[in-house]
């Protein structure tokens, strides 16, 4: 990972420390599409709290500033803190993290601020230090890698333009084979069942108005994912295609990252994150072993720590 940027140090602020406290207090934040996490360090003791989703391509950079900022002060209390180490879901934009750190570090005046896309700490969650990679799918698909100085980052694309193997991409799946059955192109089975419970779509003109009547929700899709993968373990025909696909897809997202952050042929540990990939499944078990078969040396590393306790560790370094 590149080394943090310099410290930031804004006029102003909201914040001052408790009088009388040398205390080093760090902050982690892990600023997610689903919520926001936040850790506190102070004598060796840890704080956590947490609020909304903090993604600032879907509510904006001021919008996800305003939900990390009153997160941070939730746990602070009075406090003011030494530094601050935020992953940030949409960070990977220059502009979005750029945007962040000025909204951020003026609200704490003195702090060192860092900002980066939450795929780092991702990263740092399972492997700690030096030269790795993160292949993460949840509701979306991304992978990251460092080696040395050099980083890369591919995926992420959104649910429009990419998200491949991602749990709304599964989901999708299994929604378009369903509007094949309703129009008497594919035969009924419990994938196509799981989708018409989960649109609550029993019928064409049902189908239509879920997926069109208002704007799609990339969640309400996505939901249909685990489903789909229980069934593929159990060995239903239409489920393992669609799982066997979407490995085959994150393999190949997992690889193009490796090769261009030069990792293909370092035997390169990779961990798995997201909510897909954090139990064992069909879907894990394929893209392993995959994996193994395409990547010399490669080491699969599941588990970790939570992103924000590799946030808080970030910062801590800072502090």
């Known amino acids: 990972m590149p080394p943090p940027g ?15 406290d040398p205390a080093v207090i760090c902050i982690g934040v892990d600023g997610g599409g689903t919520s926001t996490n936040v850790a506190l360090s102070k004598d060796g003791q840890v704080r956590e709290a947490s609020a909304l989703a903090a993604n600032a391509t879907t509510i904006g950079i001021d919008g996800a500033a305003d939900v990390i900022i009153a997160a941070i002060r939730d ?17 990977g934009s220059a502009r979005v993290a750029e945007g962040l750190q000025e909204r951020i570090a003026g609200a704490f005046a003195g702090a ?32 990251y890698a460092v080696h040395g100085e050099r980083t890369h980052r591919a995926g992420g694309l959104g649910y429009l333009a990419g998200d491949e ?39 064409r003109e049902r189908y239509l108005a879920a997926l069109y009547g208002e704007p799609l929700r990339p969640v309400t899709i996505a939901a249909l994912a685990p489903s789909i993968i229980e069934l593929a373990g159990e060995g239903n025909r239409a489920s393992t295609k669609i799982v066997q696909q979407a490995a085959q897809e994150l393999g190949d997202l997992l690889r193009a990252t490796l090769k261009a952050a030069g990792l293909s042929d370092a035997s390169p540990a990779v961990a798995f994150a997201g909510g897909l990939l954090r139990e064992n499944s069909l879907l894990s078990f394929l893209l392993e072993t995959r994996l ?21 560790r970030l910062a801590e370094r800072l502090g």
């Open 6 to 20: 310099p410290a930031t140090t804004p006029r102003g602020g909201a914040t001052t420390r408790e009088e009388n």
């Open 75 to 91: 746990v602070l209390g009075l406090a003011r803190p030494d530094a601050i180490y935020i992953g940030a879901a949409g960070a």
């Open 112 to 143: 060192k601020v860092v900002v980066e896309d939450d795929t780092a700490i991702a990263l740092r969650a399972a492997i700690p230090d030096g030269d790795g990679a993160v292949l993460i799918a949840g509701t979306g698909s991304v992978a």
């Open 165 to 203: 193997g991602s749990a709304f991409w599964i989901g999708m799946q299994a929604v378009k084979l369903y509007g094949r059955v309703l129009d008497g192109r594919a035969n009924q089975d419990e994938t196509t069942d799981v989708v018409a419970r989960g649109l609550d779509a029993p019928d």
């Open 292 to 312: 193994i078969g395409d990547v010399a040396g490669i080491a699969v590393v599941k588990g970790g720590d939570e992103p924000v306790r590799a946030a808080l």
